[in-house]
Nanobody, 111 residues
Framework: QVQLAESGGGLVQPGGSLRLSCAAS????????MGWYRQAPGKAREFVAN???????NYAGSVKGRFTISRDNAKNTVYLQMNSLKPEDTAVYYC?????WGKGTLVTVSS
């Protein structure tokens, strides 16, 4: 059974950067697509980015050009590099794989 654990969240000032990690354990295959979603207070969960087996990537329009998703198949880990952070990026960030969700990591962008 797949388990996912996110890390790397925290408090950052506007314009700052953070790198989130999602470590997967269990039956993981390099061809599995992995993704990041986020949920801001009082809002629905929304798509952020995903990455496919050959590192094809997709991004939400609101983060394109600022966020970069990558993966290390040897470590069963996917990353989300977040640059030029804005207060509206404040949310709990979740990774997902084959319908399984992690518990999330909180990102707060505030001065």
């Amino acid at each position: 059974q797949v388990q996912l654990a996110e890390s790397g969240g925290g408090l950052v000032q506007p314009g700052g950067s953070l790198r989130l990690s999602c470590a997967a354990s269990g039956s993981i295959f390099s061809q599995d697509a992995m993704g990041w979603y986020r949920q801001a207070p009082g809002k629905a969960r929304e798509f952020v980015a995903n990455i496919g087996s050959v590192s094809t990537t997709n991004y939400a329009g609101s983060v394109k050009g600022r966020f970069t998703i990558s993966r290390d198949n040897a470590k069963n880990t996917v990353y989300l590099q977040m640059n030029s952070l804005k207060p509206e990026d404040t949310a709990v960030y979740y990774c997902t794989l084959r319908g399984v969700w992690g518990k999330g990591t909180l990102v707060t962008v505030s001065s």
